[in-house]
């Protein structure tokens, strides 16, 4: 940035920019049509950043920290991320980086008692039907490149200061290490800033929720022994949770448990020498070098809102739970995607602005159901007490074998744990049911050959019409008036397997869930559904 010294309260306006001093700090003022201002450069807001920029809108992302983090809790990255990221052509990157794990292995008072394959636990539910561990510092470092090569850099050092909302945009003023300040203007605001969320604060939102009593600790670490083997392995003996993920390399391994020490009055730094010593020595765990060390608190927290009129909250800023699961990070690559191709829609003059609305009803659902549901995992794993022991000594290693022996059930937990499950039925945007598939679903996969599936077509992350049979003549008309790209599929065993209706007509939304299913497969019904939502996806003018 050009500083200039300027008279006290002179103001000059030069295409569109204009620049105003007081004292010996300078304002610049930048007038923005179409662009969205991103605070907080993590996977939330990167992946914001990258669908925007495919879709041909002006991004600037800005985060505060001086660089992109070297140490990272967030570990898992859950099938529908993948198959969101193989809309952007990143999925393949990202597989081939990460680790494909195995096996979940439960210990119990020194030995390994369960064994659970689930390298194909999603087999004929995804195209990536198995958990992959991918650490979120280099899942970073690959989105800024992808970014970069698009033209787009992170602003580093660059820190929200305040914001005011207006009817055409958002008023920011940013502020830079060296001192300046700088006022922007952009047409929306997305808050992807973290648990401290400065976005969430100027928007005025509550973060009700609580915070664990135990301090948690994450550890790179070199290791030799039987965890060592690609696969994830969890301590069940005692409250002090322990468990071991794979990591790239040989005898690598990411170690997430709690800190032993009673931390009250404590302000000393913890080091690795103070985490529970007992699981890691039932697990036979020999480490030989720890190569970096973090610890860190878990909260369960939900925002009120997500939306305050041009603002957003997406990610930790929206909301924060335990690490059970792996579900954080991928919580908030879905929300970066669900608004992401509403606001590319908006901007391109493709939808009306309330289109919009619809973000916070079909997230804020699913992270409150979310919290819950981790929240009491977690509680039962670190519970202390003869009871909870005793459920995790005796009755979990019973079960946890049997539930994943039991095809339906091994089916529940992949689509809950990898995210393809969440559905939007109340959403203003989710009309019909055709066979088993509602309106807010997510597409069924449906594999056609080897090399070939019906998600395809979603790389256009663009409004389309799927077919499974026939189309009708009246179906086909109205997408050729209405420029919407139909895709008809050869009806097979399949696509009945997916539960979808042979020739029912399914609209499809960019981010690849069913808007609209219509059982009779006229689509009736599409140019209602058009208009009464002031939509007019037609041909996209960026892809």
């Known amino acids: 940035m050009t500083h200039l010294r300027l008279p006290d309260e002179m103001k000059v306006v030069l295409e569109g920019i204009a620049i105003s001093a007081a004292s010996d700090i300078f304002i610049i003022v930048h007038s923005s049509g179409t662009l ?167 928007m005025g939102i509550g973060f009700p929720g609580g915070t664990y009593e135990h301090m948690f600790y994450v550890a790179d670490a070199q290791a030799n022994g039987p965890v060592a083997d690609h696969e994830l392995h969890v301590d069940l003996d005692t409250s002090d949770f322990i468990a071991v993920f794979p990591m790239k390399g040989e005898h690598r ?125 977690f509680t039962i794993a670190t519970k202390s007490g003869p009871l909870a022991a005793f459920v995790r000594g005796h009755i979990v290693p019973l079960v946890v074998p049997w539930l994943f022996r039991f095809g339906p059930m091994r089916r529940f937990l992949f689509r809950t744990v990898s995210q393809i499950g969440v559905a939007y039925p109340d959403s203003p945007l989710s009309v019909g049911r055709a066979g088993r598939v509602r309106g807010g679903d997510r597409l069924p996969w449906v594999p056609l050959s080897e090399t070939a599936d019906n998600f395809a077509p979603l790389a256009s992350r663009a409004w389309q019409a799927h077919v499974y049979g026939s189309a009708r003549a009246s179906a086909e008309a109205a997408c050729a008036e209405l420029q919407l790209p139909l895709h008809v599929f050869a009806w097979s065993p399949e696509a009945a397997r997916a539960g979808l209706a042979r020739s029912a007509f399914y609209l499809v939304r960019p981010d690849g869930y069913v808007a609209l299913a219509d059982g009779d497969g006229s689509a009736r019904g599409l140019r209602q559904y058009l208009a009464d939502r002031e939509l007019a996806p037609g041909t996209p003018r960026f892809r």
């Open 253 to 377: 391994i990411r170690l997430i448990g709690s800190v032993s020490v009673p931390l009250a009055g404590e302000q000393r730094t913890l080091t690795f020498a103070d985490v529970s010593a007992a699981p890691i020595a039932q697990m036979k765990i020999e480490i030989e070098k720890v190569n970096w060390f973090s610890t860190y608190r878990v909260h369960h927290r939900v925002a009120l809102s997500f939306q305050r009129e041009r603002a957003f909250l997406l990610g930790d800023a929206a909301h924060i739970h335990s690490p059970v699961g792996g579900q954080g990070m991928n919580t908030g690559i879905g929300d970066a995607v669900n608004l992401a191709w509403k606001l590319a829609a908006v901007l391109h003059g493709e939808a009306d602005a309330r289109l919009l609305d619809s973000y916070e009803p079909e997230r804020i659902g699913f992270a409150r159901r979310l919290v819950a549901t981790t929240d009491r995992a």
């Open 36 to 202: 969205v201002l991103i605070v907080g450069a993590g996977p939330t807001g990167l992946v914001l950043a990258l669908w925007l920029t495919k879709s041909g809108v002006a991004v600037r992302i800005i985060d505060k920290a001086p660089e992109a983090g070297t140490t990272s809790r967030a570990l898992a990255v859950q099938a529908r991320t993948l198959e969101f990221y193989e809309q952007l052509d990143l999925a393949r990157a990202v597989v081939d980086a990460g680790v494909k794990v195995a096996a979940v292995n439960l210990w119990v008072r020194g030995r390994r008692a369960v064994r659970a394959p689930i390298m194909d636990i999603g087999r004929g539910s995804s195209p990536f039907p198995f958990p992959l561990v991918y650490p979120q510092d280099a899942h970073e470092t690959l989105l800024v490149e992808r970014l970069a090569a698009l033209g787009v850099q992170v602003e580093r050092r660059t820190e929200l200061l305040s914001f005011e909302q207006g009817e055409n945009g958002v008023s920011a003023l940013l502020g830079h290490a060296d001192g300046a300040q700088e006022r922007f203007e952009a047409s929306y605001l997305a808050g992807c800033d973290g648990a401290h969320s400065k976005v969430r604060d100027g």
